[in-house]
């Protein structure tokens, strides 16, 4: 299995209204390619200093099911959306 982990922090002008619009979009990622096996994305919901504003957890078959989720033109558009929001965005993926 292999876990995609990707975490946004938004620039501080971003209002909520687009935040909710990014989540929402991110959310209708989950299931997009058939060797995604789980799919979370949330809002942080302790706001401490070191937080991120939202994050997202999808775990896959193998790393071919990675890559046809990474090249879907869903994916890209929404991820293009994430990147005009975000100040900083981080991302981990590892095999378990």
Request: charged share 30%.
């Amino acid at each position: 299995m292999l876990t995609h982990v990707v975490i946004w922090r938004y620039r501080p002008e971003v209002d909520q209204g687009s935040r909710d619009e990014h989540l929402a979009e991110l959310r209708s990622l989950a299931g997009l390619v058939e060797g995604m096996e789980r799919f979370a994305v949330g809002f942080d919901i302790l706001h401490l200093a070191r937080s991120y504003d939202t994050a997202l957890v999808a775990l896959f078959r193998d790393r071919a099911a990675l890559d046809e989720y990474t090249i879907h033109p869903q994916h890209l558009r929404v991820a293009d959306l994430g990147r005009g929001l975000s100040e900083t965005i981080a991302s981990v993926d590892f095999e378990d």
